[in-house]
């Protein structure tokens, strides 16, 4: 469902498959040392990461009729309304997706229960850890260790904008995915893994990998970060 990178990868299909493009290799196993220390920070940080990441100015969300005329594709169907979405951002430096209405309402759901979690990300020999807070409908992520060393002042490197105004009519919801700037260290190819990675913990993954989100949020003495590295060594 979620598809998104640069150029032709941009393309995206209105369906509930995952990515049809190669997915980045899986983060591999992190030291024991490095395990331990991220979970005492998830364990007791966690609320301070969030509001860290609310406060700053990424969570404005540029309207959608400033991006595309919603005029002029008022009487186009969803399908061609996709087609003009992915194509206006194909030679963007911008993440691009179409999410079925019923699937976006789906992950609306868990987000607004489950709004935090952690995600691994590939970086050379072993992974780097980001944080993930939603708010109403846009997702930001930072790494764990830009707020460990920024504390307040840390910003999201990436944030998902999820657009409802065709939802009713049209039955499709748009997301971009912009990251903070060109020379945030977050390559495109790892945003697109983190866009991945949050489809497959919130969405459409297993029983396993959606556990672990709910852990997380509201069991974080069952908590377990090795857990979230071998599941996301997993494409459901």
């Not at 990998?209 to 090795?226: M, S, T």
């Amino acid at each position: 469902m979620l598809q998104a990178h640069k150029a032709k990868e941009d393309a995206v299909k209105r369906s509930n498959t995952p990515l049809n493009t190669p997915a980045p290799p899986a983060p591999k196993e992190a030291a024991p040392q490095r395990t331990e220390s991220l979970t005492q920070a998830t364990a007791s940080g966690s609320a301070c990461v969030s509001s860290s990441l609310l406060n700053n100015d990424s969570q404005v969300i540029k309207p959608l009729d400033q991006i595309i005329r919603l005029d002029k594709v008022a009487g186009e169907t969803a399908d061609t309304i996709g087609k003009i979405w992915t194509d206006y951002h194909a030679n963007k430096d911008v993440l691009s997706a179409v999410i079925p209405a019923d699937s976006y309402r789906q992950l609306y759901r868990r987000s607004k229960l489950y709004p935090r979690f952690v995600f691994p990300v590939p970086h050379g020999e072993g992974m780097e850890v980001y944080y993930a807070q939603f708010h109403f409908h846009q997702c930001f992520f930072t790494p764990l260790l830009e707020f460990k060393t920024h504390g307040e002042s840390a910003k999201p490197y990436l944030t998902l904008t999820h657009y409802i105004d065709l939802l009713a009519d049209k039955g499709i919801v748009l997301m971009r995915g912009e990251r903070t700037d060109s020379k945030t260290p977050l390559s495109m190819t790892n945003a697109q893994y983190l866009a991945l990675a949050l489809q497959q913990f919130y969405l459409i993954g297993s029983e396993a990998k959606q556990k672990l989100v709910e852990d997380f949020n509201v069991r974080p003495h069952e908590f377990d970060f090795e857990r979230v590295v071998a599941e996301a060594n997993k494409l459901d």
